[in-house]
């Protein structure tokens, strides 16, 4: 199925709700959508020791929250290698050099510095194309969008909560927010039978996907593992604190009308209602 104009999604569930198998079934159905994942962004700089890689790896490591500047930079900088966000008025005025003024670590009368510190410069270093949206200073103008069905994306692990979708508003509009929503006893009898191979993080399911040898991972054999927090009082925490933030995470998107709910007792269900709503608005 084509695309006739650019799609710009999120997901929004509770863990264990199927948003993996939602995002992978519309990647398939529409070859123009790509996915772009907060975490993965980070973790290639990790893995690449880029200065952002190397300023935030003992934070991911101890479990801690990288801020939402430098998640913010990353998917700006993705999406604007990959045209599909302007900065300024043309994407000429994008071009900017690592000694131009913008990445002067002391401040002046004549070039303030507009980086707040140097997790700040560290982004910028380690992903220059996002010099782009220094080169104006304090006072950005809103990006330019590129429109073209082959701008699609699906956005995966941001935002997560209202004020980092305020954020994100001032980069790139959304113009879908998808609300998958289960019944919490049926995603809790979903994850008692969730086996994860932790290094690719695909996820099998003993009830609807199992693995084709049972323990094993389908691509490479390797073990599967049960994930630490896949139990009943883990969960039920995890749920109320998703309660807690979506609901205002949800009602920004209703107030920018680009929300929509469906509801299911499986991924198979729910499955087709998404991507005939996604052909409703996107398709040709």
């Known amino acids: ?49 880029t200065p952002l890689g190397i ?3 003992s934070t991911m490591k101890a479990g801690g929250l990288v ?28 071009v900017m050099t690592l000694s131009s003024s913008a990445i002067n670590t002391s401040s002046s009368d004549a070039h303030p510095n507009p980086y707040q510190d140097d997790a700040e410069v560290a982004a910028f270093l380690s992903s220059p194309a996002h010099a782009r949206s220094r080169s104006y200073g304090h006072n950005p103008p809103c990006p330019r969008v590129n429109e073209d069905p082959s701008a ?30 289960t019944p919490l006893e049926v995603i809790m009898e979903r994850i008692g039978g969730r086996w994860v191979h932790e290094p690719s993080g695909r996820v099998y399911n003993t009830t609807f996907n199992a693995p084709r040898v049972a323990g094993r991972d389908d691509v490479t054999g390797e073990p599967l593992v ?29 107030r920018k009308g680009v929300l ?12 087709p209602v998404l991507l005939s709503e996604f052909e409703r608005r996107f398709g040709e």
């Open 152 to 181: 699609s994306f699906l956005l995966d692990g941001f935002p997560r909560t209202a004020a980092q979708a305020t954020r994100l508003d001032e980069i790139v509009p959304i113009n879908l927010a998808v609300s998958i929503k």
């Open 55 to 57: 300023k935030v790896e």
């Open 226 to 254: 049960r994930r630490a927090d896949d139990s009943e009082e883990v969960y039920r925490e995890r749920w109320r604190k998703f309660q807690e933030t979506s609901e205002p995470l949800l009602e920004h998107y209703a």
């Open 260 to 271: 929509w709910e469906v509801e299911g007792l499986s991924s198979d269900e729910i499955t």
């Open 1 to 49: 199925m084509r695309l006739r104009k650019a799609a710009r999604v999120i997901l929004v569930g509770a863990p264990g709700v199927g948003k993996g198998t939602q995002s992978e079934r519309l990647l398939k159905r529409f070859p123009q959508l790509s996915s772009i994942s907060s975490g993965d962004l980070l973790r290639h700089n990790v893995k690449q020791r």
């Open 67 to 94: 801020p939402d500047d430098l998640i913010l930079r990353l998917i700006s900088n993705e999406l604007s290698q990959r045209g599909w966000i302007y900065s300024g008025h043309h994407p000429s005025d994008n």
